[in-house]
């Protein structure tokens, strides 16, 4: 059994800084890669930042491109999101999904396994 535990969300203000966490649980499992998505009601999940696993590879959307990261401690099974210079339309549920195929890490559909989310509200 795969679990993916999202942390560290809350609510803060435009311009601070937010680090996200998600830790990976499960016997021998060894993913490809990883990646950080959010959602808005309404709207579909879409790809904000992800890691290649093995090799620490990093990649990120062109809408957060200078302010958002990825980042992991592989020791700890752990992905992070580094999110600086927040703005009020980051303000989402982000997920964190592992995927064991090997690809784009923005195709969501090619993600076998989901967190629970972790909501950012980001106020002007």
């Known amino acids: 059994q795969v679990q993916l535990v999202e942390t560290g969300g809350g609510s803060v203000q435009a311009g601070d800084s937010l680090t996200l966490s998600c830790t990976i649980s499960g016997r021998s499992f060894n993913p490809y890669g990883l990646g950080w998505f959010r959602q808005t009601p309404g709207k579909e999940r879409e790809f904000v930042s992800g890691?290649?696993?093995?090799?620490?590879?990093?990649y990120v959307a062109s809408s957060v491109k200078d302010r958002f990261t990825a980042s992991r401690d592989n020791a700890k099974n752990t992905m992070f999101l580094h999110m600086n210079g927040v703005k009020p339309e980051d303000t989402a549920v982000y997920f964190c999904g592992a995927r064991q195929s090997i690809g784009a890490l923005r195709m969501r559909s090619q993600y076998a396994y989901w967190g629970q989310g972790t909501q950012v509200t980001v106020s002007a």
């Open positions: 890691i290649i696993w093995d090799d620490g590879a990093t």
